[in-house]
Each structure stands twice: as C-alpha cells, then as structure tokens.
C-alpha cells in the first residue's frame, strides 16, 4: 500500500469518526426535544438513529483494523488509529444513553412534568456540544479543544448536582398524586444520563492528549 493510499484510509477515517459524531448529537438533540415537547413519535425515533451509529461503529472497526494489518502504521498514525478503536466505544454508549432517555420520555408523556426539565434541557445542550468538540478534537488532533471539552464537564456536573437536589426534594415531599414521585426519579435518570454522556465525552477528549502524547491521563 502507498502512502497515498495510507493517507486516503486515515482521511476516510476521519470522515467516519466525524459522521458518528454527528449521529451521537442528533441522538442527543432528538432525546432532549422529544423531553421538552413531551413527543413520543420523536422519542421513538432516536432508535434509528443509534442504529446508524452501531452501523458506523462497525464500519470504523473494519477499516481500523484494515489500516493496522495491512499498513502496520508507526508512531502518531498508529496511535491515531488506536485512539480511534477507543473512542467509538464511547459514542456508541452515548447512543445508547440517548435512547434510554427517549424510553424514559414515553413512559412519561401521560403526566405534566414536575420540575427541573429546563436545567435538564441545558445539559443537553452543553454535553451535545462537548461530543462534537471532543470528537472535532481528535479528527484535528487538537489537544486545546480536547481540554476544553473536559473542563465543559465541570458545568455539566454542576447542572447534575442541582437538578439532583431538586428532585430528591420533591421525591422525599409529601405530594398528593403519587405519580409525580416516581416522575421525579425518572427526571433525575435521564439527568444522570447526561451527566454520563458528559464522561464519555470527556473519554474521548482523554484519547486525543494519548494520541498526542503517548500518555493516557484521567481529566476528570
């Protein structure tokens, strides 16, 4: 194989890592509308998109392993398709997180929500936009934007801790219609969830400094 060719397997690569992250946003943004407008079509809909996501997993795995068997890259490139075998494991969990949250919202999408869904929509946002930093972080193999997505985490916990209280309150509350408990324990799930897509991306992030440095290096 060229180096031509070498280089056209790691462009397309990058194209696929790209796609996959884009995939796990629209996954993210499909759960957290489907959450705030309470639409069970939409909700439903995210299991298609973690399909296409387990599909690109797959293809990602099968040029990796291509490249490595039939280039036996060295230094950087070895280590760019390496980190890249990592971090499709965490976008496909982050897909997967979003259709638990969409699963989540039908089951509740008979009762008028508690409380807390504004905080939770700003999770959202804010771990929508960690994935696609970190996943642009590996593709350009930019260690600041990697560091960015890590300390967005920062923000994403605090969100957590405070949806968190607020719920536990409402949970332990005397409250006349019983349903609105349970609710708020579903709420508090989904915000859990997002809080975990928040680490996965900030997995990713971690891969890009490896891939960089050859050291891999807990952030959070």
Not at 59 to 88: N, W, Y
Not at 92 to 101: F, K, N, S, T
Not at 103 to 111: N, P
């Amino acid at each position: 194989m060229t180096r031509k060719q070498f280089d056209e397997q790691l462009d397309k690569l990058k194209e696929l890592l790209t796609d996959m992250g884009e995939l796990n946003c629209e996954a993210i943004d499909d759960a957290v509308t489907a959450l705030e407008t309470q639409d069970t079509k939409l909700a439903k809909e995210t299991k298609a998109v973690e399909t296409a996501v387990d599909e690109k997993e797959s293809e990602i795995e099968r040029l990796c392993l291509k490249i490595i068997l039939k280039q036996q890259p060295v230094a950087s490139d070895l280590l760019f398709v390496t980190g890249a075998m990592k971090m499709i494991t965490d976008m496909e969990r982050i897909a997967d997180q979003a259709v638990d949250i969409s699963e989540l919202v039908v089951k509740m999408s008979a009762l008028p929500y508690a409380d807390s869904v504004a905080e939770i929509s700003d999770m959202g946002d804010r771990v929508r936009d960690m994935v696609r930093l970190a996943v642009e972080s590996f593709v350009e193999r930019d260690a600041e934007k990697a560091k960015e997505a890590c300390r967005a985490d920062d923000a994403v916990d605090d969100l957590f801790d405070t949806v968190k209280k607020r719920l536990t309150g409402i949970v332990h509350r005397e409250i006349e219609q019983e349903d609105n408990g349970e609710q708020a324990l579903d709420l508090l799930m989904i915000a859990k969830y997002l809080e975990k897509i928040g680490d996965h991306a900030s997995n990713i992030a971690e891969w890009v400094l490896f891939m960089i440095t050859g050291e891999h290096k807990k952030l959070n």
